[in-house]
């Protein structure tokens, strides 16, 4: 299962080149993230042609571009999502990771992978299982029990 996961995982960086967070493959261009992982001022601005991000996938260490999607964004403190747009094909061997709800996923084990700053560039496994459903800023969701600091998990 862990290769299977890898192969769907990105790093986000910061204009300096360090680690922002973690980022998910859902389809044949697009990465999932949380907004807050968003480099600081790259975030949409009406009128203003998106930012480009930096991402590195894990499986092949090959850096690419993309962009914010503008109509997918949702701050911090309205949602905290942000989905990108890959600028041309996924690498070799980058699969897109499945994405499904969480209703039902009451004592489900489940691991992670992200990029903490313990290890912001090669990234921690973690895991974990599911206390129980709950609401997060009133939309479905699940509590879980995972390491903290690991924004993206």
């Known amino acids: 299962m862990q290769s299977n996961i890898?192969?769907?995982?990105?790093?986000?960086?910061?204009?300096?080149?360090?680690?922002a967070g973690?980022?998910?493959?859902?389809?044949?261009?697009?990465?999932?993230?949380?907004?807050?992982?968003?480099?600081?001022?790259?975030?949409?601005?009406?009128?203003?042609?998106?930012?480009?991000?930096?991402?590195?996938?894990?499986k092949s260490n090959e850096k690419r571009s993309a962009h914010i999607l503008a109509e997918w964004w949702r701050p911090a403190d309205a949602g905290d999502v942000a989905f990108l747009k890959l600028d041309g094909a996924l690498p070799e061997g980058v699969r897109p990771l499945l994405l499904g709800s969480s209703l039902g996923s009451k004592d489900h084990a489940f691991q992670t992978f992200g990029f903490p700053a313990q290890?912001?560039?090669?990234g921690i496994w973690g895991d974990g299982h599911i206390l129980n459903e709950t609401l997060q800023q009133g939309h479905e969701g699940a509590a879980d029990k995972q390491p903290s600091g690991d924004s993206g998990l």
Do not use: M, Q, W, Y
């Open 119 to 122: 290890s912001p560039e090669e």
């Open 22 to 58: 973690t980022g998910f493959v859902v389809s044949d261009r697009l990465i999932a993230t949380c907004a807050h992982v968003i480099p600081p001022g790259a975030e949409p601005k009406p009128g203003i042609p998106p930012e480009k991000v930096e991402l590195v996938f894990r």
């Open 6 to 19: 890898i192969s769907g995982i990105v790093r986000i960086n910061r204009p300096d080149g360090k680690t």
